[in-house]
């Protein structure tokens, strides 16, 4: 397999890993093989995979995903990187032995210097090491280099440690390791209709992958990008059991909007959860609650962003 872009003949910098949610630890990677690559010349280079190598050696191991492909290549599109080579993880892949995976590198990328994290494991089985890099690097001649882990309030960031906060409902906590908030892409597809004829019209999300990871169900204060602009809005994530909906959907009601949304692409920020998603004996009820709803995510998004330190 060769990579999609030409081979810099003054060789590159190199990482490898999975990168799932570009956290703070990830981005010290990458800054630091942006670095070294203007300093001597060199292209930066990130080695990923796709899909995750649990998914493929141990599935039922497999983690939900922080980042989807297209918002982990949104969020890379942010870096200083020069290349992104996405490798098709497979069963092949997987049984490579370290050295045989490192040669590829080294063939296919002209790799001068490789730096990894300081969990880093790579080949058959995450056999490899910084010891074994190191003595690879030695025979074939390239440096090695391990970055030390990032820390945020005393705690390690790590793509685990987002994952439980996510899951978890603390959404600042996950913000400070992510260093940006958690977000969710989607595409505004067609619902019922219902919130339009209760005079609070939302925008129904579809094509979400099911690897990704959602927070608890709820009603949340929330930030939605469209293509025309920012807005606070109201989402509420889960079922409908006032109409006897218990399909899990995400939808969400954009404050000061007009217009169609329809087949666009959004971005959503979970900002605080307001509630539990729950039955309401008549949708009267329902919609005297939306409006509770309304002034206190207009009150938590006038608080502005959570501090990051």
């Known amino acids: ?7 810099p003949t003054e060789g590159t910098v190199v990482t490898v890993g999975t990168f799932d949610g570009i956290h703070l630890g990830h981005r010290a990677i990458l800054q630091e093989i942006s670095r070294r690559a203007a300093e001597a010349q060199r292209r930066s280079v990130l080695v990923t995979f796709e899909p ?3 998914s493929v050696v141990n599935p039922q191991m497999a983690p939900p995903l922080l980042t989807t492909g297209g918002e982990r290549r949104e969020a890379l599109a942010l870096t200083d990187l020069d290349h992104v080579w996405v490798m098709r993880f497979d069963k092949a892949l997987a049984e490579l032995e370290p050295e045989q995976f490192i040669e590829r590198l080294v063939r296919g990328l002209g790799m001068k210097e490789l730096v990894i994290g300081h969990d880093h494991g790579f080949g058959r089985g995450r056999s490899g090491d910084a010891q ?4 690879l690097g030695e025979r074939l001649g390239f440096g090695v280099d391990v970055v030390g882990a990032v820390e945020v309030q005393g705690h390690v960031v790590s793509s ?3 994952r439980r906060m996510v899951g978890g409902g603390d959404l600042a906590g996950a913000a400070r390791q992510l260093g940006r908030p958690y977000v969710v892409v989607g595409k505004v597809e067609h619902g019922a209709g219902r919130g339009r004829t209760i005079g609070i ?3 129904n999300l579809g094509g ?3 690897e990704k990871l959602l927070p608890p169900d709820g009603v949340y204060a929330a930030w939605v990008e ?6 606070g809005g109201m989402l509420n994530q889960g079922g409908k059991p006032t109409f006897g909906d218990g399909r899990r959907s995400i939808e969400v009601h954009l404050f000061g909007f007009e217009g169609d949304l329809y087949d666009e692409y959004v971005k959503v920020e979970w900002v605080r959860r307001l509630r539990d998603v729950r039955k309401f004996d008549a949708p009267a009820s329902l919609i005297a609650q939306l409006h509770d709803d309304r002034a206190r995510a207009e009150a938590v998004l006038a608080e502005g962003p959570p501090r990051q330190a």
């Not at 060769?2 to 081979?7: S, T, V």
């Not at 469209?226 to 807005?231: A, D, I, M, Q, S």
């Open 52 to 54: 995750h190598p649990l």
């Open 160 to 162: 685990t440690a987002v």
């Open 226 to 231: 469209t293509r025309t602009g920012r807005y």
């Open 1 to 7: 397999m060769k990579p999609p872009f030409p081979i």
């Open 208 to 210: 979400i992958p099911k």
């Open 132 to 135: 074994t890099l190191k003595t």
């Open 201 to 203: 019209p939302t925008a």
